[in-house]
């Protein structure tokens, strides 16, 4: 009868193979204790962000990596590390990205290179590296996004894992936010309560008829309005005018 037991050599490779992934596990918990630790005791700050961008960065192999905040139609850098922006800078949230966090944000990962997030070399050889993109999110809603490049493939436990850092970063992100969201909009104030309406609905983008049938007013009267609102507010075209609307904490309506 043929002898179907392992032998010494396939029993010392699998017993190092199982060492290995108990070690890595106890990292990847390990990681996640301490990250709550912090979070509970000092709550979120930059310095945080950087440690734990460095440890996953450490644990899972990727010389480049970035956490970063969604905010007015751009990506913020909160942390970085090898070949990407510093830390501050905006990136616009256009093509592959816009798709990634369109709402209500699907729990994925994304292996397209985007060049618009990373400053390597244009000679760079990208078939040598795995990128990884994932949505950082709180209720579906999109907060940010992580990003690595890696030397070496992530299995799908380790992507379960960064999913769940993820998860984590968006209500951490998220309530970051809210706690900086006292917005000094006492600007506000330098409008009429028509042109507070019109200014409001700027985000969503709309044309001046479109306006003008949301307030039930001509567009030429939405003309004035936004003409008014403009030299007011010491903006020079609509676009600024429907950015500091956004920061002002509106939102689009789906005109």
Known sequence: ?????????????????????????????????????????HGWSEDLMQWLL???CMQFGAP???????????????????KTFPIGARVPMLGALAQWLKEPI????HTQFVPSLWTLPA????????????????????????????????SAASLQVLHSVCGVLGFALQGQAQANSVIDDSYLQKLTPREREVFALLPSGPSNAALAQKLGISPGTVKIHI???LSKLDLNDRTQAAVK????????DGL
């Open 227 to 229: 003409e008014r609102i």
């Open 64 to 82: 480049h990596g970035l956490i970063s905040q969604q905010h007015a139609g751009a990506l913020k850098i909160l942390a970085q590390r090898g």
């Open 1 to 41: 009868m043929p002898n179907d037991s392992p032998t010494p050599t396939e029993s010392a490779f699998a017993l190092r193979s199982a060492l290995k992934q108990t070690q890595v596990q106890i990292a990847h918990d390990r990681l996640f204790e301490r990250f709550g630790q912090k979070l509970f005791s």
């Open 54 to 56: 460095d440890e996953v």
């Open 245 to 252: 609307a956004v920061e002002a904490g509106f939102k689009s």
């Open 123 to 154: 000679n760079t050889d990208h078939t040598t590296w795995h990128c990884y993109h994932l949505p950082i999110a709180c209720q579906q809603r999109a907060v940010g996004l992580l990003g690595l490049i890696t030397g070496n493939p992530l």
């Open 106 to 109: 699907h729990f994925e990962v």
